[in-house]
């Protein structure tokens, strides 16, 4: 697989992320942590059938429980920490916190081996942060910050970054291993809900409709695809493009009746737009090239 063939499946991910608040929306009011179990569990069956109808099961024995320890770490924590913080928190404040992972992914990326990181990339994300910002603190909020929640929101940043950028190195541990790290998320996520939460079912047909796409795209398959765009696309051009996230929600709840359109979410797409192109710019020049011109 080419490096652009994975970046452009690792930017997938991106596109079903951004159904996430539209389709969280209409599974309301099942609470987090039952939804996180009810989503998770279909995207392990669905990762189950992938993997039966692909490679076959055996290709989960070949991987370490070391790995899976840490997929479901990841994914289980960075729900876990996400949801918890919003709870304690919820502002506009949190959700621009939490939405520095990208950043974090595009920084952190250059530690890795093999992985040219320049000054174009580093500012095409702040430029793209920028963006994202716009659109976190245009939806506003009355409730009062919490100190611990802005912190577990920052922790919940840094726990997102460090799975993807880590994920990485384990670039010869096959994707399908994604379908154990989506059903023990779905594990500990349906003990947390027995424990901390009242079950509370989806409403209508609409409710489980939202909850099923909830499962099979944002919680689900996007898991798959980012894994193969972690591990053998551009982490530096994706890590930027994640910004589009909040500007392609906003869109979809601007779309759905549920938002209104704004000057502020044109000029996102702008700022947004103008830092995944600098990353761009800055993956297309070849390390020989950026060489030569220092030395210049």
Same mark, same amino acid.
């Given at each position: 697989m080419t490096k652009t063939k994975a970046t452009l499946i690792g930017f997938t991910a991106i596109l079903m992320w951004s159904l996430l608040a539209l389709f969280t929306i209409g599974s309301a009011p099942v609470p987090p942590l039952q939804l996180n179990a009810l989503c998770f569990g279909i995207g392990g069956a669905i990762g189950l059938v992938w993997t039966v109808t692909g490679t076959g099961l055996g290709v989960l024995k070949t991987v370490s429980w070391?790995?899976?320890?840490?997929?479901?770490?990841?994914?289980?924590?960075?729900?876990?920490?996400?949801?918890?913080?919003?709870?304690?928190?919820?502002?506009?404040?949190?959700?621009?916190?939490?939405?520095?992972?990208?950043?974090?992914?595009?920084?952190?990326?250059?530690?890795?081996?093999?992985?040219?990181?320049?000054?174009?990339?580093?500012?095409?994300? =702040?430029? *793209?942060? @920028?963006?994202? !910002? %716009?659109?976190?603190?245009?939806?506003?909020?009355? &409730?009062?910050?919490? /100190?611990?929640?802005?912190?577990?929101?920052?922790?919940?940043?840094?726990?997102?970054?460090?799975?993807?950028?880590?994920?990485?190195?384990?670039?010869?541990?096959?994707?399908?291993?994604?379908?154990?790290?989506?059903?023990?998320?779905?594990? =500990?996520? *349906?003990? @947390?809900?027995? !424990? %901390?939460?009242?079950?509370?079912?989806?409403?209508? &047909?609409?409710?489980? /409709?939202?909850?099923?796409?909830?499962?099979?795209?944002?919680?689900?398959?996007?898991?798959?695809?980012?894994?193969?765009?972690?591990?053998?696309?551009d982490i530096q051009l994706l890590g930027v493009a994640s910004y589009a996230a909040p500007l392609l929600s906003t869109l979809a709840l601007v779309a759905a009746g549920i938002t209104k359109p704004s000057s502020a979410i044109l000029i996102a797409a702008v700022l947004i737009t103008a830092g995944a192109a600098l990353a761009a710019r800055a993956s297309s020049i070849k390390p020989s090239s950026a060489a030569s011109a220092r030395k210049a």
């Open positions: 070391k790995v899976y320890a840490f997929g479901t770490i990841g994914l289980f924590g960075y729900h876990l920490l996400y949801f918890t913080a919003f709870r304690l928190s919820p502002t506009a404040e949190t959700g621009l916190i939490a939405y520095l992972w990208p950043l974090f992914i595009v920084i952190l990326s250059g530690l890795l081996p093999g992985e040219r990181l320049g000054p174009l990339h580093i500012l095409g994300a =702040l430029i *793209a942060f @920028a963006g994202a !910002a %716009l659109i976190v603190l245009a939806r506003g909020g009355e &409730a009062q910050s919490s /100190a611990l929640g802005l912190g577990l929101a920052f922790l919940c940043a840094v726990t997102w970054a460090a799975y993807s950028v880590l994920s990485r190195r384990l670039g010869a541990v096959p994707t399908e291993s994604v379908t154990v790290f989506c059903l023990a998320t779905a594990l =500990l996520s *349906a003990v @947390a809900h027995l !424990a %901390l939460e009242t079950t509370t079912w989806p409403q209508g &047909a609409l409710g489980w /409709a939202s909850v099923a796409g909830l499962g099979i795209g944002p919680v689900g398959a996007a898991f798959f695809t980012w894994d193969i765009g972690m591990k053998k696309g």
